[in-house]
């Protein structure tokens, strides 16, 4: 018989292996895109990080695409995650049983849409929309997509944080209530903090979706290579990381290609901050929410 020691060793190092196996690949992938992306670098310099795309005059600037990517994925999170945590708490703490059955299903069916729909969707329907509405210059925008984006990282926001406050104790609900506590109180000072953990995952995952996403923005922003003017202008034009890689890549060849992989390196970094910042976030708000400085 393998004694309870030793059956804890072999727990302790299977998970540590798994652990250090996830952190292997994603150095491998990072090592991988840098030594891709080191001629661009190396012949570019910053140039990378100007302002011009011009192929025809060797000019690989992607600061566009990177102001695109983070406006959008920032914008996307405005829509979503309000909106998202204001219906995991209905689901999880106001919604009858008979409705959440229903409610919860339908909503993550929208995750199960493919984001070619969306695409069709914002382009066609949001985007002539907002067109007639607003008197743009055309259909596409960033507004469009902020807006297509923001539904579609809201099933996951849901999901997610509709489980987190599902998993806190009915106990620490109980007796918050039993103190004199409201229950709107309750929820806003024993139920979301308890759960702030699982609900800032589900925001990251939620800006993974955003930020992430290809086929839906390539049809709905516009993939122009320029800077919105002003730079907070939601009805312009512009590109992402994502949309600049799936464009340019078919047809791309020699330096264009490192260039690509170093906008792949920009869309890595980019999404290792914006984790870095929420778990920040989170630590924050738990040393908030318990009274610590």
Known sequence: MISRKLKDKMVHYTFFGIATFSVLIISFIFIFL?????????????????????????????????????????????????????????????????????????????AGIPSIVYGFIGAILLGRFLYDTFGMRGPNSFLAAILILGIMALPIIVSMSDDAMKAVPKDL????????????????????????????????????????????????????????????????????????IAVQMGESHGIIINVLFAAGIMLFTIVAVMSIISDYLQVRTTEKFEGKR
Do not use: C, H
């Not at 390539?218 to 590109?239: A, K």
């Open 34 to 110: 840098f030594v891709k992306a080191y001629p661009a670098i190396d012949a570019l310099g910053t140039g990378l990080l100007s302002k011009e795309w011009n192929i025809s005059r060797n000019q690989f600037g992607i600061l566009p695409a990177i102001y695109g990517s983070v406006f959008v994925a920032i914008g996307a999170l405005i829509v979503a995650v309000p909106l998202g945590l204001g219906a995991s708490i209905y689901l999880s703490e106001i919604a009858p049983n008979r409705i959440r059955m229903i409610l919860k299903p339908l909503i993550e069916l929208l």
């Open 173 to 244: 609900k109980d007796a918050s209530l039993a103190l004199g506590a409201t229950k709107w109180q309750t929820i806003r000072k024993v139920t979301i903090p308890a759960a702030i953990s699982g609900i800032t995952s589900a925001v990251i995952m939620g800006m993974g979706r955003a930020i992430g996403e290809t086929m839906a923005v390539m049809l709905i922003i516009g993939s122009v290579m320029r800077m919105p003017v002003p730079f907070f202008n939601v009805f312009d034009t512009g590109n992402t990381l994502t949309a600049l």
